[in-house]
């Protein structure tokens, strides 16, 4: 068998957000994706998580022999700031916007981001206020992306 189809997702993902870089036109040079140990990771950072997995079948739509899928995924998203600031929790923001304009360019472009994603929507965003202290990395963002993609019944590593 092949790779299921959310790991070949998930991974199309980690891939395309690793790629970014502000010599194609990206705010930032993306870090570390995909580890949440924050001691460890490059800023920004994503770490990217399914939410939700619905299928949207109808009851009569059996006979084509694939399900329909929609996936809810979660991308987290850190960034820092360089230098101390009087409101870090607002200077942050800035930070936050560039990170999450890029993402929504990547999968604005790439919106079909594997070969078994028919779409992957943006859907919104966030802002979470860290409560750990640190003064550099005060909020993080989630943004949140719908992706629809359908699957063969008796192979469901196989796209339809």
């Known amino acids: ?69 929609e996936l809810t995924v979660d991308i987290k998203i850190r960034t820092e700031l360089m230098n101390e600031e009087s409101q870090p929790i607002y200077a942050i923001n800035a930070e936050l916007n560039k990170a999450v304009e890029d993402l929504k360019k990547l999968f604005g472009i790439n919106y079909t981001i594997s070969e078994n994603c028919e779409t992957i929507m943006y859907k919104g965003m966030h802002r979470v206020n860290d409560l750990n202290n640190d003064i550099f990395r005060p909020t993080y963002v989630i943004v949140r992306f719908t992706i629809r993609y359908t699957q063969d019944r008796d192979r469901p590593d196989l796209h339809e």
């Open 1 to 69: 068998m092949s790779t299921p189809i959310l790991t070949e997702i998930e991974e199309s993902m980690a891939s395309a957000i690793e790629g970014l870089r502000k010599a194609n036109g990206y705010y930032y040079d993306w870090g570390t994706v995909n580890n949440t140990d924050e001691a460890q990771q490059t800023f920004p950072s994503a770490e990217i998580a399914i939410v939700e997995e619905v299928c949207l079948d109808e009851a009569g739509g059996v006979w084509s022999g694939a399900y329909l899928q």
